[in-house]
């Protein structure tokens, strides 16, 4: 299961929404898409998991949502801290990540 | 407190092997399957390997199988991976991650350690 990201890169202003995708050439079975972000220099951290479930820790300004190819992260008032790299993830029958949307903080 | 120590890395020729280790803490390492993912320079991430609980389901990406090797001992609390045949393209830092789930192998990963960098250059 191939998975595609778009926008490359997100530029945006704090308190602005980022809205991410993550596209599929396969349903994704049972909405087993997760979502990790990777700030710069740093390990990735899980953000979500079965497309929208929060991870422990996570604030509630990141919210994941969709089913079958199309999956979306959003964040909602965005602050300087939130500038990195997203990745989502397909899991269950496979594993794969998507390219990554770098989202930039003005 | 999860944490996930990786240790291993350096420079290696072309041909050579690595032996990569991460020492597991803060759970209970033999109820979880683990994995290695890496991360070329200024590449995204690229699953590596998966190991299960017992050791009995091991899957590997297309690019490494033949000249990788996972393995754990969960007396020791350590996942390993064993790198022969290194190529300039396997130059990464390698991640060692949990599952998410207990018991589940090919599931999403829940933590992450803070990676070894693999350098394969003559």
């Known amino acids: 299961n191939v998975l595609t990201q778009s926008p490359g890169t997100l530029s945006l202003s704090p308190g602005e929404r980022a809205t991410l995708s993550c596209r599929a050439s396969q349903s994704v079975t049972n909405n087993y898409l997760a979502w990790h972000q990777q700030r710069p220099g740093q390990a990735p951290r899980l953000l979500i998991y079965?497309?929208?479930s929060r991870a422990t820790g996570i604030p509630d300004r990141f919210s994941g949502s969709g089913s079958g190819t199309d999956f979306t992260l959003t964040i909602s008032r965005l602050e300087p801290g939130d500038s990195a790299v997203y990745y989502c993830q397909h899991y269950g029958t496979s594993l794969a990540f998507g390219g990554g949307t770098k989202v930039e903080i003005k | 407190e999860v944490q996930l120590l990786e240790s291993g890395g350096g420079l290696a020729q072309p041909g050579g092997s690595l032996r990569l280790s991460c020492a597991a803490s803060?759970?209970?390492?033999?109820?979880?399957?683990m994995y290695w993912v890496r991360q070329a320079p200024g590449k995204g991430l690229e699953w590596v390997s998966a190991?299960?609980?017992?050791?009995?389901?091991?899957y590997y990406a297309d690019s490494v199988k033949g000249r990788f090797t996972i393995s754990r001992d969960n007396s020791k609390n350590t996942l390993y991976l064993e790198m022969n045949g290194l190529r300039a393209e396997d130059t990464a830092v390698y991640y060692c991650a949990k599952s998410g789930g207990a018991y589940a192998h090919m599931w999403y990963f829940d933590h992450w350690g803070q990676g070894t960098l693999v350098t394969v250059s003559s």
């Open positions: 079965g497309a929208s």
């Open positions: 803060g759970f209970t390492f033999s109820t979880y399957a």
């Open positions: 190991l299960s609980v017992s050791g009995g389901n091991i």
